[in-house]
């Protein structure tokens, strides 16, 4: 299979940088996988579970939203958080999940609750899906 290189970084450390065959990305506007020779894009990402494809080897590694780059050289993830699955800690995703839930009460109607509405949705999505599949 040809490969092309990934990094992931996120504000405090890199992730992972290296040749992959494939990476699935929780995109905002719906999950995406990308191969060698993938169109260009940019894509926000939700909260989600991240699966990059090397020799062989599945690494799921959850992510809390940021921006996948596509272009020439390859993938590029900024995440606001990423963690492998197997060491993340389900409490900050409990956390998330409190927060977003008191926001939505002290916001007016409006684009700002709708987002955080989305938002919401997305860290019990999650959450939902480490509870079960995610952990595998």
């Keep these: 299979m040809v490969t092309f290189h990934f990094d992931l970084v996120t504000p405090d450390k890199v992730l992972f940088a ?23 894009l940019v894509a926000l990402m939700k909260p989600g579970v991240l699966v990059v494809h090397e020799g062989g080897r599945k690494h799921r590694l959850v992510v809390m939203g940021g921006f996948a780059e596509v272009n020439a050289q390859g993938l590029t993830i ?18 998330q999940i409190k927060e977003s839930e008191q926001k939505i009460k002290e916001l007016e109607q409006g684009t700002h609750l709708d987002r955080e509405i989305a938002r919401l949705d997305h860290y019990k999505q999650l959450d939902s899906h480490l509870q079960t599949t995610g952990m595998h």
């Design 18 to 40: 290296g040749p992959v065959d494939q990476v699935d990305v929780p995109g905002a506007e719906g999950d995406f996988g990308v191969l060698a020779g993938h169109a260009p």
């Design 78 to 95: 900024l995440a606001d958080f990423a963690d492998k699955v197997e060491d993340f800690d389900r409490a900050v995703i409990a956390s």
